[in-house]
């Protein structure tokens, strides 16, 4: 499942540019198909890091299935756009940089430092957790006569 729609990235990039990275038969308009294979491959790299942190496909604390932050958005069409450059197409500065700012929060989400909002945790079903601190305890630890740990 796709995070965006080939309309999303043409709305957010503009025309122009969706049909640089995805008219590979020089139609002069964005083939849609292609598009739509980009942003899947890219939410498939956004997934590589989400998973960790939040139940996939993601749903809210209810168990309904969400839609895709806007914030998520723009970092899978971020991706999507990097992930198009090739021999035909040049990889700017400005598109790799948004790239790896896109890697960047995504490996933030996967941390918990950032958040995609109230979606299930991976594992619990609960929703995430929306800051706050952590706290980690330990059993006391029993030591022999000699004073080696039990």
Request: charged share 25%; glycine share 8%.
């Amino acid at each position: 499942m796709s995070y965006c729609t080939p309309q999303d990235l043409i709305d957010r990039l503009g025309m122009r540019e969706a049909t640089a990275i995805s008219d590979r038969d020089k139609t002069g308009q964005p083939n849609t198909a292609e598009l739509t294979r980009l942003l899947l491959e890219a939410s498939d790299v956004a997934n590589g890091y989400i998973r960790r942190r939040y139940a996939l496909p993601l749903v809210d604390a209810n168990g309904q299935a969400a839609i895709a932050p806007p914030a998520l958005k723009l970092r899978v069409i971020d991706i999507a756009r990097y992930c198009a450059c090739g021999t035909e197409i040049m990889a700017t500065e400005e598109i790799r940089n948004r790239y790896k700012d896109a890697i960047s929060w995504l490996r933030d989400v996967m941390d918990g430092k950032a958040a995609l909002g109230e979606y299930a945790l991976a594992g619990s079903g609960g929703a995430a957790p929306l800051g706050g601190a952590w706290a980690v305890v330990t059993q006391p630890k029993t030591f022999d006569n000699m004073g080696a740990v039990l």
